[in-house]
């Protein structure tokens, strides 16, 4: 008899869905089947179960491939790559619990150690920007039940967050939204007829990296200020006809996402949007949210906030923190030479770092924490899997609204596979030991 | 993504570029050809596939992933951030060489090999 877990946490993506069933084997050991989770968030879960997962740690050799050793050499190899650096890197955490970040935290004060997180090649230009003019925002919830003017500018929920509007933001019948999407308009930005913009009641097919300029000309238009004929490739008509709808609303919310953060202008696209979001409270009440990829990356800045002050990019080399884009972040540092070891837990910078900073990690003493074999495991020194947090074992973890959610264990990691938290505080212990001479 | 990285689904899901078919008349590749994207910052080989959620003629999109970021400008301009969109590339045909799996290719970036 196989017996059903309900209420799972999907630890895939920022909308953390919290209504998944996962039907398991009577032993505990094994998925049967998964119901409610979109396609990537199943995909994860039956990951887990794959064959030929990885479950020792693995050391590079001289002629690059890669040879089983303990996980006590393991722990001792991370130890003093820490204590023999000056000035590691420790990037990811945006795949694991908010637990195993705090721990991560001390091992990183006692090395002198920079943390950042994925947000530097995600969101990282929106935390500069809600640091240069705040952020008006709301949880997910009111957004379900209130929200009736949606805008999704430079995201594609329907591949990246794909329970997204189902859940919360086009389709549920809300408190003040009985009538589901019918209640609502939805507008996207997009320069392609992505599949999302395919839905919307509008699409303004912006020119790639124009948005600033679109942004700028709707707040020109809400303030009934001449525009010239067309802006960023959309007609004046258009733009002043969707400043109107924007304005009728009862509640609107402007998500966005890499559409705007990794184009040109950066932390200032998002600047103009959030004060869009200022100008139309003028009229109406209105939110924005970013859509936050990693299932736990609001949490790394969370933990990294109340630990340190700074949501990313947090440089504790000189004995207290620091923070500053541009200087402290993961890309700029490697691509200056200026780390000397690297940490990676719960993210795959060999993957999604520009190949000039990949080939940096390369040459450096690295460490690599992962379940899956991932490129940047591959080019580490050490490749150390560990049990998937909210599968195998439980953590908190913050959805892309600040609301924190509790993730659930569904099956039994398989045998001797440490987890984050585990190999962490053995680390931490092993560090202790070797600063105090022993 | 989360199918595992090493494995073929991915190369296929992403070691990809997505062009309108106005674009790919004018290079004269069939779907499914092998292509050689290059960039100031550098080159990489990936195969073209008609754009799906088109049509964008003068835009081509290859999804997140290291071959995206073999040819993407790393620059962050003091924001901590590459510049992941908007890098202006050329494309060519390069039927007879190969489009290597993820795992491969970083390898090969990091030794100097591709």
């Given at each position: 008899m196989s017996k059903s877990v309900t209420d799972v946490i999907c630890?895939?993506?920022?909308?953390?869905?919290?209504d998944l069933e996962v039907v398991v084997s009577d032993d505990g050991k094994k998925i049967e089947d998964i119901y409610n989770a979109c396609a990537i968030g199943a995909e994860k879960f039956m990951h887990a179960q794959a064959?030929?997962?990885?479950t020792k740690p693995r050391m590079q050799q001289p002629d690059g491939s890669y040879k089983e050793v303990s996980y006590d050499e393991a722990v001792d190899f991370t130890a003093r790559m820490f204590y023999k650096a000056r000035k590691p890197l420790m990037y990811?955490?945006?795949?694991?619990?908010c637990e195993a970040q705090s721990i991560g935290h001390e091992i990183a004060e006692k090395s002198g150690a920079i943390v950042d997180n994925t947000a530097t090649v995600c969101h990282g230009t929106t935390l500069i920007a809600v640091q240069d003019v705040g952020i008006p925002s709301c949880t997910l919830g009111e957004i379900k039940n209130r929200a009736d003017r949606i805008i999704f500018w430079g995201?594609?929920?329907?591949?990246?967050?794909?329970?997204h509007q189902s859940r919360y933001s086009i389709f549920p019948r809300g408190y003040?939204?009985?009538?589901g999407h019918k209640n609502r308009k939805m507008i996207v930005v997009d320069p392609r007829d992505s599949d999302t913009a395919k839905m919307a009641?509008?699409?303004?097919?912006?020119?790639?990296?124009?948005d600033y300029e679109l942004l700028s000309a709707l707040r020109v238009a809400l303030r009934n200020e001449p525009l010239p004929e067309t802006v960023a490739g959309i007609p004046r008509e258009k733009i002043i006809e969707v400043a109107e709808v924007l304005k009728s609303g009862r509640f609107g919310i402007i998500f966005f996402g890499m559409g705007v953060t990794q184009s040109l202008s950066k932390n200032h696209n998002i600047d103009a949007a959030i004060m869009l979001t200022k100008d139309l409270n003028e009229f109406t009440k209105f939110s924005i949210m970013p859509m936050r990829g990693h299932y736990n990356v609001t949490g790394s800045g969370q933990v990294l906030g109340w630990q340190?002050?700074?949501?990313?990019?947090?440089?504790?080399?000189?004995?207290f923190a620091r923070y500053n884009p541009g200087e402290t972040t993961s890309n700029d540092l490697l691509r200056r030479d200026e780390v000397d070891a690297v940490f990676v837990l719960g993210s795959d910078p060999g993957a999604h770092f520009p190949i000039s900073s990949v080939r940096k990690i390369a040459k450096l003493p690295s460490v690599c924490v992962d379940p899956h074999i991932t490129p940047t495991s591959e080019i580490s020194k050490l490749h150390v899997p560990v049990a998937f947090v909210g599968v195998e074992v439980g953590g908190n973890c913050y959805r892309m609204d600040n609301v924190p959610i509790d993730a659930r264990k569904v099956v039994d990691p398989p045998e001797g596979v440490l987890t984050d938290v585990e190999f962490l505080t053995r680390v931490n212990t092993r560090l202790d030991q070797l600063i105090g001479g022993k | 993504m989360e199918g595992g990285k090493e494995k073929d689904a991915y190369t296929k899901a992403c070691g990809i570029i997505e062009m309108d078919p106005s674009d790919l008349k004018k290079l004269g590749a069939w779907r499914g050809t092998n292509v050689r994207v290059t960039s100031k910052y550098g080159d990489v080989v990936v195969k073209a596939v008609e754009a799906t959620q088109g049509p964008h003629p003068g835009l081509a999109y290859i999804p997140m992933g290291p071959w995206a970021n073999s040819v993407?400008?790393?620059?962050?301009?003091?924001?901590?951030?590459?510049?992941?969109?908007?890098t202006p590339v050329e494309v060519e045909i390069a039927m007879n060489e190969p489009v290597f799996s993820s795992v491969q290719l970083v390898q090969k970036k990091c030794r100097g090999e591709a």
């Open positions: 630890p895939f993506c920022g909308t953390l869905c919290d064959a030929g997962r990885v990811g955490w945006s795949s694991t619990s995201c594609n929920p329907c591949h990246a967050h794909p329970r003040f939204t009985n009538k009641d509008y699409h303004f097919k912006v020119e790639q990296g124009r340190f002050g700074f949501p990313y990019a947090v440089d504790l080399s000189r004995g | 993407v400008n790393p620059n962050t301009y003091s924001t901590g951030m590459p510049t992941f969109k908007g």
